[in-house]
């Protein structure tokens, strides 16, 4: 990589400053200290020692550790950051954590790429969440653990569940209503189609409707106290598939299309009797070791 310009003798310090700012601009991974010796060769240690801590100070610059080395990384000042008064380990901490996004990241991972140890780990934690720098967030994946991550972030929904969790919990009625009120929407569509002119192939592709008008239906509603996108009700349709109460097809545009369809016939009694699942019953006969006079399966099934 060519070298920034090199100062001449007795440059003031907000040249050498400007000089380290541009050279960490240039390295996003970041910067050691002898990088900027190598690329500042006409400027005393002393000198961009003490700008390199004005420029931590100020916030231009945050250090971090990679393999117990050191490196200085440019931070944008128009990106929220650690408040200015915070330590070094703070700082690293603070970076991991902000890597992580809005899936956040364990403890244990944390620890790991600091190279802290618990009691040093859990300090900085406690101030972080002190400052409101960072928050935890309890994960549906596992209930005793909890991720951390920015704390303006809002947390992935593969870490609180989405839609269908509250504090860890699964709402299932919140489900089946949603679902029952899908299936509604589906029927109420193939009644409309049926009344129109046309015949029953036309019917057919009148009653098809997209997951964006099952939300839109949904959302008129007003049955959720939470925000749902077209993605939650496309999985609650699913449900009334996998219920063999709709179909799904895709349309020529890649987009899924449901269908109310009605479930299977009910089973006759008999087949729901131990009789219609024996797996020996061509063998009953009037008489014999196979017949219904003796055969306790039936007489227990009578008995209930």
């Known amino acids: 990589?060519?070298?920034?310009?090199?100062?001449?003798?007795g440059t003031s310090g907000s040249s050498v400053?400007?000089?380290?700012?541009?050279?960490?601009?240039?390295?996003?991974?970041?910067?050691?200290?002898?990088?900027?010796?190598s690329n500042l060769l006409n400027v005393t240690a002393e000198t961009w020692t003490k700008s390199v801590n004005k420029l931590l100070k100020s916030g231009l610059l945050e250090l971090f550790k990679v393999n117990n080395k050191l490196l200085y990384k440019y931070k944008d000042p128009s990106k929220k950051t650690v408040n200015k008064g915070s330590d070094n380990e703070e700082k690293v901490v603070y970076r991991i954590i902000e890597e992580a996004g809005n899936k956040g990241i364990w403890i244990r991972d944390i620890r790991f790429k600091s190279n802290l140890n618990m009691t040093q780990l859990n300090k900085v934690l406690k101030?972080?969440?002190a400052k409101k720098a960072i928050k935890a967030v309890k994960s549906v994946s596992a209930s005793k653990k909890k991720v951390y991550m920015l704390y303006d972030l809002e947390p992935d929904s593969s870490v609180?569940?989405?839609?269908?969790?509250?504090?860890?919990?699964?709402e299932s009625e919140f489900v089946d209503v949603l679902n029952q009120q899908c299936q509604r929407f589906l029927v109420q569509k193939q009644e409309e189609a049926q009344k129109l002119w046309g015949g029953p192939l036309i019917a057919r592709n009148r009653s098809y409707v997209s997951a964006k008008d099952v939300h839109k239906f949904i959302s008129e509603l007003g049955i959720s106290k939470v925000a749902l996108n077209v993605?939650?009700?496309?999985?609650?349709?699913?449900?009334?598939?996998?219920?063999?109460n709709a179909e799904r097809i895709v349309s020529p545009s890649g987009e899924f299309l449901y269908r109310?369809?009605?479930?299977f016939l009910p089973s006759p009694g008999l087949v729901k009797s131990t009789c219609g699942i024996c797996p020996i019953s061509h063998r009953c006969a009037d008489s014999g070791f196979v017949n219904a006079k003796v055969c306790t399966y039936l007489t227990d099934w009578l008995n209930e």
Not at 17 to 37: F, M, R, V
Not at 260 to 263: L, Q, R, V
Request: net charge negative; no cysteine.
């Open 1 to 9: 990589m060519s070298k920034i310009k090199e100062p001449e003798v």
């Open 17 to 37: 400053e400007s000089q380290i700012t541009a050279l960490a601009q240039s390295k996003p991974e970041g910067i050691s200290n002898e990088d900027i010796q």
């Open 127 to 129: 101030s972080l969440e």
């Open 160 to 170: 609180t569940g989405g839609a269908w969790y509250q504090d860890q919990d699964f």
């Open 231 to 244: 993605q939650d009700i496309e999985s609650i349709l699913y449900t009334v598939v996998l219920d063999n």
């Open 260 to 263: 109310a369809i009605k479930s």
